[in-house]
């Protein structure tokens, strides 16, 4: 049987990718951001999971707004990497897993989650800028398995809080009914605090941003029990998003430790990275 | 079930992508998605007009076009998303491009933060 | 606040639009299904509801299994006639409600329903040909708007039988909190019993057929606890379609009346039709 | 959570759209799919092979569209519906494909049923 052994949560601007594929990693006004990901790469280094859960959104690239899904799941074996309209970034195509993104899918509509399939994928900076940053050595393919799940936070009515907790929690089950010896981790991605548009552009709370950091590690079903509104008001509309890191802490044990957490809010968002590890994760 | 936003309550500043604002400017924000394509940018930059008549946009929203008006856009139920190919195009970068929403220039926004670059 | 007034059920067989729009309303052979119109025709002109709930699949018209939605609910004020490889048929556009639609957007998604929201879906035979057989005087317009809800039913995980049921009761609370005084009826579509592929092509089940219609009416919940092998089972495959109708019930009161039943199953498709009327459809 | 299909005791004959098979038969999906617009079935109409290599598909799918088997397409995970185009446009109706498919002939199909007529 499957295991899920950590989760990951990760912003997923694209000036983050684009500092990767400049090799920018050194630079001094990014420092503090990038040397977030350097405990996560270890980890994933060491740990070697099989596939990845990936709770990312899709910025209006692969989606348009005459069909706009609340929760698509690819099921595809490979996902383009998407032109967003500035060329693609020089990636290898993203590996997925079918076997189990059809497990999921039967799996998470059998338990009412109203997923739309996806067999045609390509992924913008939502999904990259993570897997990158995460899997440093990318450039000849990707170590570990990619199964996206896209999530609708742009056009309102958005899934509640809740529902993205509770999407990880039957994750966990889903993944622990896969029938195949295998390890899993969960990605969340996005925000934090951000607003991009009106003249609220610029929005940022740090405050809100630890403490939302902080819920998620000790009590993050009172980060399900807030109101979309609530996460706008705090966090900014397109901050909202942060709710995505609820499906990975949903996807987590009771018994789950927080080994690092990184914050940083130089310019327009404030970014945070954290990871999380599972009891099954401990290398025997 | 509890609601989950209050229209009437938003934070200054704030416009939700939804209801009949998102149906009138699905055309607009069409126009901006399909900007992906390196065509249509190219068609853009060599004739705006004919490029718009394409999607048949309504007046007001091909005057905001023409003013660069991302404001006023956003207003109308254009997303930021899609928007920020068009105002990219235009030679606004996304700090530019929130500058003008915000009703300042792009140095007294960067003022506005600790670190520069985009 | 608006209401529901009734739910009707119907066969959506392209057959069916055809000879309707060929004026075959007293076709010898198709008789005994076609006078199954009649009193839901003389219903629906009694009580001109304002707005009709359609659940229906698409034929793989307007969603491809690039991006296949288990639940699609269209927000647009009209849907264009689809020309599914023959010529669109000759129907003008299918005029929808984008007040109602985006409300019952909002109201779903709150209830945890994840929903693709459409902004522009053509509508194949699965709505066209209930609508147009429902209201005959179509020519120059529908009377009533109509608001389509696309349910994935051929490609699988598809719904369960008891979520289709609990879309009902959600779409009913959906209504309930509209805050229009206007009259809502729920459409059902598909089935009865067939399977259109593989060597069992052409499998009927009358004895299931009519089992089916009497437990829609004395206990929707039986049908909302089989599974969806039963009905594959019972049905056929394709006529696992008709869970979609536990949709409709699913919207009704307990104290909505069957009026008016028809069954015939000539050829491939056991076809039925059903008319439920709720006590708030009586006209004062 | 109840399991909703047991793949291993489906009812002979059927053939579920799901799985890998569905991801193998995307594109025959597709060029299937594609028949809506008059465009393709005129193409397909005047050279099918050159329309098939559009689609990039895999031999056996070719030689099954060739031999117009419908089976086989289902076996190999095409979906009925828009496979329905194809054996249309083929020539085969409804109750002609299905009866190549019960692997009877047509009139053999039909003296099955009550009524005649598609
Ligand atoms: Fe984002
Ligand atoms: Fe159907």
Known sequence: MARIIGGLGSPHAPSIGALIDQGGWDQPEWKKLMDGYRPMQDWLEAHKPDAAILIYNDHVTSFFFDRYPTFALSVASEHPVADEGFGPRPLPPVRGDSDLAWHLAHALVEDEFDLTICQDMPLDHGALTPISAFWPNHANGWPTAIVPIAVNVLQFPVPTPRRLYKLGQALRRAVESWPQDKTVVVLGTGGLSHQLHGERFGFRNADWDHEFLSLLETDPEALASLRTQDYIERGGAEGAEMVMWLAMRGALSGEARKLHVNYHGPLHTGFAQILFEEPAAVIA | ?118
Not at chain 2, 54 to 63: G, N, T
Not at chain 2, 80 to 90: A, K, T, W
């Open chain 2, 1 to 118: 079930m509890v609601r989950q936003i209050d229209p009437e309550r938003l934070p200054a500043g704030t416009y939700l992508n939804t209801g009949q604002a998102a149906n009138r400017a699905l055309r607009v924000n069409r126009l901006c998605y399909d900007l992906k394509e390196p065509a249509n940018r190219a068609a853009f930059e060599a004739d705006p007009e004919a490029l718009m008549a394409r999607y048949d946009l309504e007046p007001e929203d091909r005057q905001l076009i023409r003013d660069r008006d991302w404001l006023g856009l956003v207003q109308r139920g254009a997303n930021v998303f899609p928007l920020l190919r068009l105002s990219q195009l235009c030679g606004d970068g996304l700090a530019g491009t929130g500058a003008q929403m915000r009703g300042e220039t792009l140095e007294q926004y960067l003022a506005t933060r600790q670190a520069k670059g985009s």
